[in-house]
């Protein structure tokens, strides 16, 4: 049973994790939308690019961290702390 409770927990944390990520990319993408428009209202002076490289380095990295492949590094790594513990009890 307390595995299954662990479980949950690692599963309710993770979808924590990915709604989190979805929210801020949904606010990057209305955010730069907006940028977008102001910057071809005044002129089309292309200056928008700047924050959406800056602000999307960060949207990436934080997609990295939720995605399957940052997942399965977190797995393999507890299972490897786990037996290193099992080994010295």
Do not use: T
Not at 4 to 24: G, M, S
């Amino acid at each position: 049973m307390a595995e299954e409770d662990e479980k949950l927990l690692r599963a309710q944390k993770r979808v924590k994790e990915l709604k989190k990520f979805y929210n801020h990319l949904a606010v990057y993408l209305i955010v730069m939308a907006i940028l977008l428009f102001i910057d071809y209202s005044d002129g089309g002076n292309w200056w928008v690019h700047w924050p959406m490289i800056g602000w999307g380095i960060f949207v990436v990295i934080q997609g990295f961290s939720v995605s399957k492949f940052a997942k399965g590094w977190e797995e393999k790594k507890l299972k490897e702390i786990m037996e290193e513990e099992e080994k010295e009890n």
